[in-house]
Nanobody
Framework: QVQLVESGGGSVQAGGSLRLSCAASGYTSSSVCMGWFRQAPGKERTWVATMFPADIGTYYATSVKGRFTISQDNAENTVYLQMNSLKPEDTAMYYC?????????????????WGQGTQVTVSS
């Protein structure tokens, strides 16, 4: 059973930075995709970034490319999302997710484990 716990959210002004953390436990395989998603009130949950297993690569949504960075610390079993140059449009609940299904890790359908979310609010 994979368990994910997000932290690091908060309120910042436009142009500021935050780093979100996702502590993971319960892994039985190293072939796991890790992703970040976000959802604003009244809107759909959207994909933000994905890290593929074995350091194959990282991918980002167009809206955050160049501003956000996904990374991981294997020793601590933690995935991070560094968010720079934050905009009010980035305001949302951010969710960490893990995939053990072997599907397309650029699609939310591939992710079968989800964290509880951490709120990010960016003021203008």
């Amino acid at each position: 059973q994979v368990q994910l716990v997000e932290s690091g959210g908060g309120s910042v002004q436009a142009g500021g930075s935050l780093r979100l953390s996702c502590a993971a436990s319960g892994y039985t395989s190293s072939s796991v995709c890790m992703g970040w998603f976000r959802q604003a009130p009244g809107k759909e949950r959207t994909w933000v970034a994905t890290m593929f297993p074995a350091d194959i690569g990282t991918y980002y949504a167009t809206s955050v490319k160049g501003r956000f960075t996904i990374s991981q610390d294997n020793a601590e079993n933690t995935v991070y999302l560094q968010m720079n140059s934050l905009k009010p449009e980035d305001t949302a609940m951010y969710y960490c997710a893990a995939s053990t299904l072997g599907g397309n890790c650029l699609s939310p359908r591939a992710f079968n484990f989800w964290g509880q979310g951490t709120q990010v609010t960016v003021s203008s």
